[in-house]
């Protein structure tokens, strides 16, 4: 079975953050029930926290990673997101 670890970059206060937040883990909970989806994992970073991502992401959190990557930043579409796991299997 395929792992796909996502990194949500945002900091503390950011309602774009939050709202990044409940889409992803929505779309964490609808494909962990399904055969053909990866093992999921998630992280979350503050920029507040890291001075190298800050200076990177300041003005584009929230930012999310798949496996390192970035997949999207700002606003986190949940069907993109569900098809882009979906893919890495």
Aim: glycine share 4%; aromatic share 4%; charged share 25%.
């Amino acid at each position: 079975m395929e792992t796909a670890s996502l990194t949500l970059i945002g900091k503390p206060g950011c309602h774009l953050c939050d709202d990044a937040r409940a889409v992803v883990t929505r779309v964490m909970d609808e494909l962990q029930s399904r055969p053909d989806a990866p093992a999921l994992t998630l992280d979350e970073v503050s920029i507040l926290d890291d001075a190298a991502l800050n200076a990177k992401y300041a003005e584009e959190i929230p930012v999310l990673l798949i496996n390192g990557r970035v997949h999207n930043y700002w606003r986190i579409d949940p069907v993109r997101l569900a098809t882009a796991l979906l893919e890495l299997t």
